[in-house]
């Protein structure tokens, strides 16, 4: 039996954000009570005209340039022409002919490796509305119908579950970066239709493709591919791959199985044509050239930035811009002078610490990189110590006012060196005994002499000049 590797494809579906919905007026917002967002064209009331909302079609194009497609040299619509409860007017407005970007790529890190993955095409569409299923009855919730929808393929290159939810998350946190979609899955944000063959290692033909569809959650992505990898492959094994048909399957909680839904005979003809209600309109390099310069860096270029030219650890790294407000708070300390890992230990470990444990953003904080470094300079100074910096740290946050507030002449940090000079001259004199085990070997003694600078300064004395000045008298 020859070796099988399966092939996958991802049809990725993501709601993006904007005040109203991408060809009515309707709020765009999350909403649990139903119909509570509609207008007339959402209901598809007679004698209402679509009208594209910018935004949508500029957030489509941004994604399109950062994936690195083709735009195309004029945007329109199509009309998807098929009937479903959820689809009032019995057609979607979507595109096809000319999506808003084709043969892009981008790169994706999969265990430490970076892998190439190819987009088909971007294209912009209005969601459905939603049906809600009970014992007897049925139920559509229209404050779906209408909200933008960007829906991304990619060609079929990937070949492990794995992969395809490194994609996932690369693709999340592109959208929450160029901050055109929360990219939320609780919020039904994004759902992936998932396409699984299998074929010999040692042959490009691909094996019957096998489509799942409307998969909310990542998770859900991740097992049901493994799923179908399983029972396909041991269909091939057992000699019976011609019983994997070429059909359209949903993905079922209860049982963790793939359940058959329709087959390639009775996939549905939409009858596509141009939208006639909508003009198309030119996408000039000039629009472009604004778009571009509205992308931020994106997460995996700062990433590597952080790495080779700041040398932090991958782990940090990784934390740091997994959130694009807190990848710029730390850019902004690297730009008012911080140094890099002293900035990212206080964000990685004290900051986010906070901002966990209070369910706060980072750029709503009272502790702006300004304030980060004016706690720092003073550690670096010696004006206080790290551990007194961390009380300082949690009275900023908690009362709001400037770090200068809460460094007191009283609560300074004692740096002085004829003062320290001074103290601990005295504790040595009066302390004969253990400076007599000390010289005979006793060395963890010196410990008991910081301990005893410590306690006469109440907590006060620069640890690290404390030990300077403690080695060179014990050592004489």
């Known amino acids: 039996m020859k070796k099988q590797i399966p092939v996958i494809g991802i049809e ?29 064209l959402d209901l598809a009331f007679p004698g209402t005209l679509p009208v594209v909302n910018q935004k949508c079609v500029e957030d489509s194009l941004k994604v399109s340039l950062a994936l690195n497609c083709t735009q195309p040299e004029y945007i329109y619509f199509d009309r998807k022409n098929y009937y479903y409860p959820d689809l009032p ?65 990619t060609e079929p290159c990937f070949h ?92 079922d909680e209860e049982t963790q199985k793939t359940v058959h839904m329709r087959s390639k005979v009775d996939a549905i003809d939409y009858k596509y044509f141009v939208e006639p209600n909508i003009p198309k309109y030119k996408v000039t390099q000039e629009w472009l050239d604004k778009l571009k310069e509205e992308i931020p860096r994106l997460y995996l270029e700062r990433k590597y930035d952080y790495i080779n030219n700041y040398n932090l650890s991958n782990y ?18 690297l730009n008012l002078g911080i140094e890099a890992k002293t900035a990212s230990n206080w964000i990685t470990t004290q900051i986010m610490g906070y901002l966990n444990k209070e369910e706060r953003k980072i750029k709503d904080i009272f502790l702006t990189p300004k304030r980060l470094k004016d706690l720092t300079d ?78 006469n300064t109440r907590g006060k004395a620069n640890p690290v000049l404390t030990k300077e000045i403690l080695k060179e008298k014990l050592d004489k």
Request: charged residues 30%; proline residues 1%.
């Open 12 to 40: 990725m579906h993501c709601e993006l954000k904007s005040k109203a919905k991408v060809f009515s007026r309707a709020s765009n917002a999350y909403s649990e009570i139903p119909n509570s967002n509609i207008a007339l």
């Open 89 to 153: 007017k019995g057609y979607q407005i979507t595109q096809m002919s000319e999506p808003v970007g084709v043969n892009g790529k981008t790169e994706i890190e999969v265990n430490g490796n970076l892998k190439e993955v190819l987009i088909h095409d971007v294209h912009l569409e209005e969601d459905a509305a939603s049906l809600d299923h009970y014992f007897d009855t049925s139920t559509i919730d229209y404050n779906r119908c209408g909200v933008p929808l960007l829906e991304l393929v």
């Open 160 to 251: 492990s579950a794995e992969e395809v939810l490194a994609f996932l998350e690369h693709m999340r946190r592109i959208y929450q970066y160029l901050d055109v979609s929360e990219a939320d899955t609780k919020k039904g944000q994004i759902r992936c239709d998932v396409n699984v063959s299998i074929r010999d290692i040692d042959t490009e033909e691909l094996g019957t493709r096998v489509e799942v569809k409307n998969v909310n959650s990542f998770s859900g992505v991740v097992d049901t591919i493994n799923y179908e990898i399983e029972r396909q492959t041991k269909l091939k094994e057992e000699g019976r791959y011609n019983e994997v048909e070429q059909d359209t399957r949903r993905w």
């Open 316 to 333: 940090d790294a990784s934390i740091l811009v997994k959130d694009r407000d807190i990848a710029d708070y730390f850019e902004e300390c």
């Open 378 to 455: 003073l550690i670096s100074k010696g004006t206080i110590s790290f551990k007194q910096a961390k009380e300082i740290f949690d009275k900023v946050l908690m009362e709001q006012k400037e770090v200068k507030e809460f460094v007191k002449e009283d609560n300074a940090q004692l740096s002085d060196k004829e003062e320290l000079n001074q103290i601990i001259d005295e504790i040595i004199n009066n302390s004969p005994n253990q400076v007599e085990q000390y010289h005979n070997g006793k060395t963890n003694l010196f410990d008991y002499f910081v301990g005893q600078v410590m306690k």
